[in-house]
């Protein structure tokens, strides 16, 4: 039977997926709800669509940032360690150009619902323009992205200024002359910290935890790829000698006024950011301790100091969302997400996740290594374990890291042990340069 598969989403780990498709010569096609691929490293101000900052740039480096199908030396040699969110888009948009994706996506497309018929058999919903579309595939691959479905804090009392998540957040100049108060400790909240500093009356920033604060270089090298020397390491004792060199180097978190850190590394995912730290010791920035309640304006702290602020900023993180499956077949929006390899489900054989799992470095090349089994899969070249049930349990009771039990957490991987276990699974001539794919689409655009 000939294969016909559908592909959700068109971003870093859609493109992916459908390319090693392609590749081998399988017929595939990929909605987006977005004209142009690239996912949330497409820059937008329109609010509808989630994407990065004015001035977001990745925080692992390129050369652990890149596909190994099209590096970044072959995309421009001249890429910074740590490319801006412009030039990751440009690289994603030059890789769909050479492989030929673009005739194999239907871009202004939301897939409105999934419906699992049999195991050679899905029921798709589409719209386009108002319009409706629904037609049968054989499988699906679900590479929809984890980070757009904003997930806000709760606190007693109303706060009566402005408040926002980060999935709002789009540049600092809205903040000028305001005094902000950033809640979270992740990349985005030390970000946004950072940028509306520049331009607030004030910045303050609540942390509920300690977090560690990783700078972008060590001893002049990019720091992911100074842990990298590590990697041999098991990763309990490779987690201390990353904390005692983030100790010897930065020193403890109460020489800045923040909360000390009480989990063992790799329990919260590492904060990447070179400026938080030189800006509260300037004095740009205010560390703060969590919320105990609202009051009108006025913000009520844990330690009982009081403030007032015009905004907040929720840098509270994502919710695993997959809206287009019935909440009775499939959600993994709050629990644990039992899935081998991060992609292979326990019994619906003709589905698969690509890019839904959270490595302490980059996703896409572990999302390029998962599209290539899944296409050694589709071909006959590669089998599942016959105890696929008990190894997608594994994953749930066997974690690389054991983290503090968040919905943040429940799908972070070590991203050396993830590419490696992936590699393991690949014949060794996985890599493919060279663009495989027709100049005309295999599957014919809906009306």
């Known amino acids: ?141 679900v590479a929809n992205g984890h980070h757009w479905k904003p997930r806000y804090p709760e606190y007693p009392g109303e706060f009566t200024g402005e408040f926002l998540h980060s999935h709002h957040f789009k540049k600092a100049a809205p903040f000028a002359g305001k005094r902000v108060l950033v809640i979270g400790g992740g990349n985005s909240a030390c970000d946004v910290a950072v940028e509306t500093s520049r331009v607030s009356a004030s910045t303050a920033i609540s942390w509920r935890r300690g977090y560690r604060i990783v700078p972008k270089f060590f001893f002049g090298k990019p720091s992911d790829k100074v842990a990298e020397q590590s990697k041999w390491l098991p990763v309990k004792v490779r987690g201390f000698f990353n904390q005692l060199l983030l100790k010897v180097m930065l020193g403890d978190n109460k020489a800045y006024g923040l909360r000390p850190i009480t989990e063992p590394f790799g329990a919260t995912h590492p904060t990447i950011n070179d400026e938080l730290l030189h800006k509260i010791r ?33 840098c509270t993180g994502y919710w695993l969302s997959h809206p287009f499956f019935d909440k009775d077949f499939i959600d993994y929006s709050s629990g644990p997400v039992p899935l081998y390899l991060k992609m292979f489900h326990p019994k619906i054989t003709n ?67 993830f590419v490696k276990s992936l590699k393991r699974e690949l014949p060794k001539d996985y890599v493919s340069k060279l663009p495989k794919a027709k100049a005309t689409p295999l599957v014919e655009s809906a009306p």
């Open 1 to 141: 039977m000939k294969y016909k598969i559908a592909v959700i989403g068109a971003g870093p780990s859609g493109i992916t997926a459908l390319k090693n498709l392609l590749d081998q010569g399988l017929d595939a096609v990929a909605f987006d709800r977005n004209e142009e691929v690239g996912g949330n490293w497409i820059y937008s101000e329109n609010e509808s669509h989630s994407s990065v900052f004015e001035t977001t740039h990745i925080i692992s480096s390129k050369t652990l940032s890149q596909y190994e199908d099209f590096t970044f030396d072959e995309f421009d040699p001249e890429t910074a360690d740590y490319p801006s969110h412009e030039v990751l888009r440009t690289y994603f948009q030059a890789y769909a150009r050479k492989f030929n994706l673009y005739p194999y996506i239907r871009f202004g497309t939301m897939v409105k619902h999934c419906k699992w018929v049999d195991e050679l058999t899905w029921e798709i919903t589409t719209e386009k323009n108002g319009e409706e579309n629904t037609e049968k595939f054989t499988h699906l691959v």
């Open 351 to 417: 589905l698969y996740f690509i890019g839904m799992f959270q490595p302490l470095g980059c996703i896409w090349p572990g999302a390029e290594l998962q599209s290539k089994l899944m296409a050694q899969e589709l071909i006959g070249k590669w089998k599942r374990p016959k105890n696929i049930e008990e190894l997608c349990e594994r994953e749930v009771t066997h974690p690389h890291y054991k983290q503090v039990n968040t919905p943040r957490h429940t799908i972070t991987v070590d991203f050396h042990l």
């Open 282 to 314: 300037h004095g740009k920035v205010k560390p703060r301790l969590d919320i105990k309640r609202f009051d009108g304006k006025k913000v009520v702290f844990e330690d009982g100091k009081e403030e007032e602020f015009d905004s907040i900023i929720a």
